[in-house]
């Protein structure tokens, strides 16, 4: 039995309701159970302590989770991004947002064990890089707080995303196309009807 990571926080971005499927999708059943219950179980086996960022902290008492609520409320995933940071006593930190059905164990492990000496390491495959499924380190926690304070000025032509903190803050990426995990849906996301009804179609089918 592998020994859980106690050196590393997990933290699961749960923004709520989704304006493209009209519901909230980390409560998608699929396989059986909802969508972030896989993934916390998934979590489970890598970490000692998985946290859900969730501004509905109700939702996910069924978890048995500790749940943490934004700083900045209804600023995206850069403000979990941020409540994590700010909760967390880990250096190190794995986040990860809970619409991806496929994310798998040795991707997870193969990014906690990876070796480097930036402040972030996130994945990229097909040239598109992966900010909601990385580490990130405590450190550049006056960044993202930074970045959040100064897209709120009007006069401010930042958004406050998460692809302007990547740019401020020049994490390193990993390609992982060459990977032996690697596979087209690895990152796929639940955001409309549509995406759900493949994802269950694949599950289903296993």
């Given at each position: 039995?592998?020994?859980?990571?106690?050196?590393?926080?997990?933290?699961?971005?749960s923004g709520g309701k989704s304006s493209r499927i009209g519901t909230n999708k980390s409560l998608l059943i699929l396989d059986g159970r909802p969508l972030?219950?896989?993934?916390?179980?998934?979590?489970?086996?890598?970490?000692?302590?998985?946290?859900?960022?969730?501004?509905?902290?109700?939702?996910?008492?069924?978890?048995?989770?500790?749940?943490?609520?934004?700083?900045?409320?209804?600023?995206?995933?850069?403000?979990?991004?941020?409540?994590?940071?700010s909760s967390t006593t880990s250096e190190k930190n794995f986040i990860i947002n809970c619409d991806m059905p496929f994310i798998s164990k040795e991707l997870?492990?193969?990014?906690?064990?990876?070796?480097?000496?930036?402040?972030?390491?996130?994945?990229?495959?097909?040239?598109?890089?992966?900010?909601?499924?990385?580490?990130?380190?405590?450190?550049?926690?006056?960044?993202?707080?930074?970045?959040?304070?100064?897209?709120?000025?009007?006069?401010?032509?930042?958004?406050?995303?998460?692809?302007?903190?990547?740019?401020?803050?020049?994490?390193?990426?990993?390609?992982?196309?060459?990977?032996?995990?690697?596979?087209?849906?690895?990152?796929?996301?639940?955001?409309?009807?549509?995406?759900?009804?493949?994802?269950?179609?694949?599950?289903?089918?296993?």
């Amino acid at each position: 039995m592998n020994q859980l990571k106690t050196n590393i926080t997990a933290f699961i971005l749960s923004g709520g309701k989704s304006s493209r499927i009209g519901t909230n999708k980390s409560l998608l059943i699929l396989d059986g159970r909802p969508l972030i219950q896989r993934l916390t179980e998934l979590l489970d086996t890598i970490f000692h302590e998985v946290v859900i960022s969730s501004n509905e902290p109700k939702t996910y008492e069924f978890l048995d989770k500790k749940i943490i609520e934004d700083f900045y409320p209804k600023r995206g995933p850069l403000a979990g991004i941020h409540s994590a940071l700010s909760s967390t006593t880990s250096e190190k930190n794995f986040i990860i947002n809970c619409d991806m059905p496929f994310i798998s164990k040795e991707l997870i492990v193969y990014l906690t064990d990876f070796k480097t000496d930036s402040k972030t390491l996130l994945p990229k495959v097909d040239g598109r890089i992966q900010p909601l499924c990385g580490i990130y380190s405590k450190s550049v926690l006056p960044d993202v707080e930074n970045l959040l304070i100064q897209s709120r000025n009007q006069q401010s032509k930042l958004k406050g995303s998460v692809y302007e903190l990547i740019s401020l803050i020049q994490p390193e990426i990993i390609d992982l196309t060459r990977t032996n995990f690697y596979h087209t849906d690895l990152f796929f996301n639940v955001n409309t009807p549509e995406d759900y009804n493949y994802a269950k179609s694949i599950l289903e089918t296993k």
